[in-house]
């Protein structure tokens, strides 16, 4: 039965390419209000320009560069700035995005009625406006990381590697299966590729090796779950690192710290 439903879905039905980095890591948004110095501290904008047309611009590793901001049209209005943080400070997955999100929104229109929502809770501020708002950012930016994997053409990185039909598949099954004992040859076999050009075409669209975007993947969760006071063994079991031995020292060689040293995040009751 699964094997009859696999050959009637569409492929990009057949598996999400986007909830296994979303379930692990959130989207975190914050907008900034003030003065349009404030705002543009931000990486996240709505913003309309000279010509009349407006686009969301996000700028996933580059906050906090207001001059890089200006630049992004010529006279332009801001109609709302955020704060975005996709997989918490100093994420993997944030240094995995491109530096350099743009959408025209007449070229989105789900977006673009998203985005106008959050014009208007920003210009016309209201009881619970505050959440709304973020609420709203989160999924803005979610909605445009899905038109940017749908549109493709992203140069090198995460999301032109979830736009590419083969190695998405690949992607996929390793976010999905990060404990998962991966090999060259059984990730080539899930993206349906011989290994050579597997390895190749996945360099050439990741900017890296799989096994360098396998070993990141997995530190990154490991990192998270230390973060959220799980112990070191069974965080070692839950990624794919044979002892906790091993995952030490690949934690030490990526993050410049033992994992004993890890600050755990409090989360504080409301």
């Not at 996240?44 to 630049?71: E, H, M």
């Not at 350099?100 to 209201?126: G, K, N, Q």
């Not at 039909?165 to 976010?175: E, M, S, T």
């Not at 004992?181 to 050009?197: C, D, I, K, N, Y």
Request: aromatic share 6%; charged share 20%; glycine share 8%.
């Amino acid at each position: 039965m699964a094997t009859e439903l696999a050959e009637i879905l569409p492929r990009e039905l057949r598996y999400d390419r986007l909830s296994a980095l979303i379930e692990r890591f959130k989207v975190e948004a914050h907008v900034l209000h003030n003065t349009e110095e404030d705002v543009l501290e931000g990486n996240f904008f709505i913003l309309k320009c000279v010509q009349g047309y407006k686009k969301l611009v996000f700028l996933p590793s580059t906050p906090n560069n207001s001059t890089l901001a200006r630049s992004l049209c010529e006279n332009m209005v801001v109609l709302a700035g955020a704060k975005v943080v996709f997989g918490g400070p100093g994420s993997q997955l944030g240094k995995a995005l491109p530096n350099f999100v743009e959408i025209y929104l007449h070229e989105a229109p789900d977006l673009e009625s998203l985005a106008d929502l959050v014009v208007e809770e920003v210009l016309s501020p209201r009881c619970g406006g505050s959440a709304v708002i973020n609420r709203l950012c989160e999924v803005v930016v979610i909605r445009l990381l899905r038109h940017a994997v749908r549109s493709g053409g992203i140069g090198t990185g995460l999301i032109a590697g979830l736009a590419h039909p083969n190695i998405a598949q690949a992607l996929v099954a390793i976010h999905e299966g990060p404990a998962q004992p991966w090999r060259l040859e059984t990730l080539a076999e899930v993206a349906g590729m011989s290994r050579t050009q597997f390895a190749v075409v996945f360099k050439e669209v990741m900017g890296e090796t799989p096994g360098s975007y396998l070993s990141n993947w997995r530190l990154a969760l490991a990192k998270l779950d230390l973060e959220a006071g799980r112990p070191l063994k069974s965080v070692a079991a839950r990624v794919g690192f044979a002892s906790p031995t091993a995952l030490s020292r690949a934690f030490q060689r990526r993050y410049d710290e033992l994992p004993r040293n890890v600050n755990v995040k409090t989360i504080v009751a409301a």
